[in-house]
């Protein structure tokens, strides 16, 4: 166990939609990261919060969101919903020490299905 | 920009042995991360193994272990004594060691690793 919850585990929705993915990283860790893992491609970074400030933009679609909050929570909008976003999506945190910023620790990540 | 590439798409090896998995990587910088994740079915991705690009000497953790050649912008994994546990997919990561960018990781396609009992 990581220590990173991201709810729910499955999601199903239709084209269209809005959802809301959730993250509680690890206790202490001031950085939370959401990540894509889909077939066409692969893993790639969507974004990072810092303390509640957004540090860094990866492959984030207009269509998506993110926002952390004072308890360092992190939920991940995905609105208008196409089926091309059905995909795996991971929150990862990561320690707050210089020299161990970089090490990411992965929540098991939410099931996104397009219909 | 900067790539990873992994040149095998899958692996396999017999219990006990060792196996030894590729990835290149393109980058322009010098002081940088590289990484391998383990991706066991359960979809978890779990921290194998780190390389800071400085260090000239290869990192090791128990039965894992790099040979990271820096001039050539390679950085392989080996599985020493592979355990049927060790059966699933590996990526490569490279992180720019850059102020914010720490932790923006850039991954490989992946190698998927059967353990052959």
Known sequence: DSGVTQTPKHLITATGQRVTLRCSPRSGDLSVYWYQQSLDQGLQFLIQYYNGEERAKGNILERFSAQQFPDLHSELNLSSLELGDSALYFCASSPSLVDDREKLFFGSGTQLSVL | ?117
Do not use: H
Request: aromatic share 12%; charged share 20%; with cysteine.
């Open chain 2, 1 to 117: 920009a900067q790539t990873v590439t992994q040149s095998q798409p899958e692996m396999s090896v017999q219990e006990a042995e060792t196996v030894t998995l590729s990835c290149t990587y393109d980058t322009s910088e010098s002081d940088y991360y590289l990484f391998w994740y383990k991706q066991p079915p359960s979809r978890q991705m779990i921290l194998v193994i780190r390389q800071e690009a400085y260090k000239q000497q290869n990192a090791t953790e128990n039965r894992f272990s790099v040979n990271f050649q820096k001039a050539a912008k390679s950085f392989s994994l080996k599985i020493s004594d592979s355990q049927l546990g060790d059966a699933a997919m590996y990526f490569c990561a490279y992180d720019m060691n850059y102020g914010g960018s720490q932790g923006n990781l850039i991954f490989g396609k992946g190698t998927k690793l059967s353990v052959k009992p």
